[in-house]
């Protein structure tokens, strides 16, 4: 790569494009990377700032931008995703269908820590859809050595950093429990909630059962909305440490073995999660859910979506992201609101 002044440029060829930014108007490149130099070209790249051009001379073991970015986007890439072409030595990926997206962080810092590199993602653990951004991958200088993009390569190795776990056609069941309720003395103003989120989720509600504050009861719902073949069973109520509220036992007794009962989330500290030996989902959602706009609930329910199974340890790492903000204008998924573990 040879740096020549603009007036002595015409005739040689351009070894990277030129971005042109207009404040309000134009960001985008004037001349593309091959582009022949022109004498009319001239006042253009002048008014740009450019008063000198690189010409690129191909060396051994140098790896250009464009390609430099291409073999990143490699790094990245995985089922349900598209690249981009490159412009402006960049390449961006984007979800080619709707799902969870999941990002290897610790392999994405190692990459970034190497020099000349860099590889930005949106925030993963949280869902995508079609079209959306995922990510975006450049080298820093215009060439880089080989043996850096090599280094990149060792640390990913055959599994690609980006990962979009497709939506299955889930059955769900709710039980609704609580005496104030089951007696018609209240409205039942959480169970329509629940399952207005199921719905956008794309997960169909087969069974409801209303239960008294009974445990033998409520885990006797519970079996029912099993053996009719939910995929997901959603316990509403009776989940606070109150005498009457019974449903965290009522789960233990189904047989559902219990990952926690209480998760580092605000709003919905007083969550559960529990899954049967064949991985049927049980979730005691806490009373938050009906009045709070996104909760636990919203955070977990696109895992049990994907057939994504969570342990202790990852339901412990909610707690960075997990404090909602209570945004005048909500912006959920595109917040910081439990994504990123």
Do not use: W
Not at 10 to 38: N, P, Y
Request: proline share 4%.
């Amino acid at each position: 790569m040879k740096r020549i002044r603009i007036e002595d440029a015409v005739g040689s060829v351009l070894c990277h494009d030129m971005t042109r930014i207009v404040k309000d108007e134009i960001k985008d490149a004037a001349f593309r990377k091959g582009h022949i130099i022109e004498k009319k070209d001239i006042p253009l790249l002048l008014s740009m700032g450019k008063e000198h051009i690189y010409v690129y001379e191909k060396k051994e073991g140098m790896i250009h931008e464009d390609e430099a970015a291409y073999i990143l986007s490699k790094l990245c890439l995985n089922d349900y995703m598209a690249a981009t072409d490159v412009k402006e030595g960049k390449v961006e990926i984007k979800a080619t269908q709707e799902g969870f997206f999941q990002v290897d962080v610790e392999k994405l810092n190692r990459i970034n820590q190497l020099d000349d590199i860099m590889i930005a993602t949106r925030m993963g653990n949280l869902p995508v859809k079609a079209g959306e951004k995922l990510a975006g991958m450049r080298i820093i200088p215009l060439v880089i050595e080989d043996e850096k993009l090599n280094s990149a390569k060792k640390i990913v190795g055959n599994k690609p950093i980006l990962k979009i776990t497709p939506f299955k056609k889930l059955k769900a069941g709710i039980v609704t429990t609580g005496n104030e309720v089951f007696y018609g003395r209240v409205k039942d103003t959480f169970t329509p909630i629940i399952a207005e989120k199921l719905k956008n989720q794309g997960v169909e509600v087969i069974e409801h059962i209303t239960s008294d504050d009974d445990t033998e009861r409520i885990k006797s719902s519970i079996l029912e909305i099993k053996e009719r073949g939910a995929d997901l069973i959603i316990c509403t109520g009776g989940m606070s440490v109150d005498p009457d509220d019974l449903t965290p036992a009522a789960i233990k007794i189904s047989g559902a073995k219990i990952v926690t009962y209480g998760a580092p989330v605000l709003p919905g500290a007083m969550f559960l999660l529990a899954y049967f030996d064949d991985d049927t989902t049980v979730m005691g959602v806490p009373g938050c859910a009906m009045y709070k706009r996104n909760t636990i609930f919203d955070i977990v329910l696109p895992y049990a979506a994907a057939n994504i199974k969570i342990d202790k340890a990852h339901l412990s790492k909610l707690g960075y992201g997990g404090l909602c903000l209570d945004c005048e204008k909500c912006h959920y998924p595109n917040c910081q609101f439990g994504g990123g573990v």
